[in-house]
């Protein structure tokens, strides 16, 4: 009898650990979402809106809200289905494997592996900026960052948080020190804080177009926070955490960014700002001295490195849960065995990104792609409505505040997102959807091996 125990033991399939508590969500939301954008974005934000720090400010706050009413309702999302895959879950339950399947599609083969090689590009240009490396060499840290992301997160889920924890406090430290810096001295450097106002850009249709304009750029720097929900199958007391987490994230990432704006215009004024294409390395080097450059580099290296790996921590629990339900490449599925992660998830993820940062040409695919995101970002704030209809979920658990005016403006606010970059981008646009609606014969032969339903 023993011996039979024993022997079924061992055939039982290794699951993912609950590991993560409060602490690391919110560490894992901060550092996923805070990569390169904060130091390089605030000038052309500005410079959309007619140079007006005002309606600069009131843009980042806005975007902020609005991915703080997205926050509210994965939140709730997140306790009523606690599994990994989060999103791929949502769409499944509420509106079937195939449009499920099509953001899994597009997320492995573009959106995530294309977010990791363009972050592990950015780390290696500015690790470039500390130690020169040839354009060979460039390629090799870049591929070599995502090697070491990857390493640590077949390792284990607890190694991954607590890198990710390190690396976030670092960055978020470092970032919160450089504003006060420049705040400090910036208000006794004699900068002129008046902006000059582009002609026709401060009044009617123009301002209009540029708020929306401005309000895509902030709403792609506040990207990430979703993956988190990704991550709900190792998540300690789901239920309790993800919507505290959420909340304190998305507040803590509103401040920061308001505090980092703020700092920047009292370096260098509204005007310059407007004008900078990297304007954190612009500050330093204006208001402090210009070797400095080098340690903002070093920051945002750092930055895009936490970034990569909270990428990495969350993403391939898509493509488990996928593969989970036969619509994927089965060995993606599996657990290992000592370490308790999706480690081959993790491999085949980290290879197609590396494939993608060493070829170099994969970012006019990327930019078609990523705005579908927003498609099924505001699918997936729909299930809540579903999910309710459907009375799944306890009664006691955690519930969206202002339900269901919350759920109702993020997917009117994502609606728009996308409508603007299609009437923006019309050929672009279309070449993503394409690319993402390319998944449709994929999903009918994954259907027919597995004769999973539709």
Known sequence: MKDYEVTAQAHQPVRLTRTLNLRDLIFLIVGTVIGAGIFLVPGSVLSQVGNSVPISLAVWIGGGVLTLLGALTYGELSTIKPEAGGIYIYLRDCFGRFPAFLYGWAFFFVISSGSAATLAVAFSRNLGEVIPLSPIENKISAIAMIAVVAAVNVRGTRQSA?????????????????????????????????????????????????????????????????????????????????????????????GIYLLANLAYI??????????????????????????????????????????????????????????????????????????????????????????????????????????????????AAACLFVYRRKAIGSQDAYKTPGYPITPIVFILAAAALVINSIISQPVLSGLGIGIVLLGAPAFLIWRSRSNAPN
């Open 162 to 254: 607590n890198l990710q924890n390190v690396t976030t406090a670092i960055k978020v430290s470092a970032l919160i020190l450089m504003s006060v810096v420049l705040l400090w001295f910036g208000a006794r450097s004699g900068v002129d804080h008046q902006p000059t106002v582009a002609p026709g850009a401060s009044t009617g249709l123009s301002l209009f177009s540029g708020i929306g304009l401005a309000m895509i750029g902030v709403l792609w720097a506040y990207e990430g926070w979703q993956y988190a929900t990704f991550s709900a199958g190792e998540t300690l007391d789901s239920r309790r955490n993800f919507p505290r987490a959420f909340l304190v994230g998305t507040l803590a990432l509103i």
């Open 266 to 379: 009292a370096a260098l004024g509204p005007s310059e700002v407007a004008i900078s294409k990297s304007v954190a390395a612009d500050s330093v080097a204006a208001l402090i001295h210009p070797r400095l450059r080098s340690v903002v580099a070093l920051l945002i290296a750092t930055s895009v490195f936490t970034a990569a790996n909270g990428l990495t921590l969350t993403s391939p629990r898509v493509y488990y849960a996928m593969a989970n339900d036969g619509l994927f490449f089965r060995k993606l599925a599996e657990v290992h065995p000592k370490f308790g992660t999706p480690a081959f998830a993790v491999i085949a993820g980290a290879l197609w990104a590396s494939l993608l940062a060493a070829y170099g040409s994969f970012e006019q695919l990327f930019n078609a792609v990523v705005f579908t995101g927003w498609i099924f970002y505001g699918l």
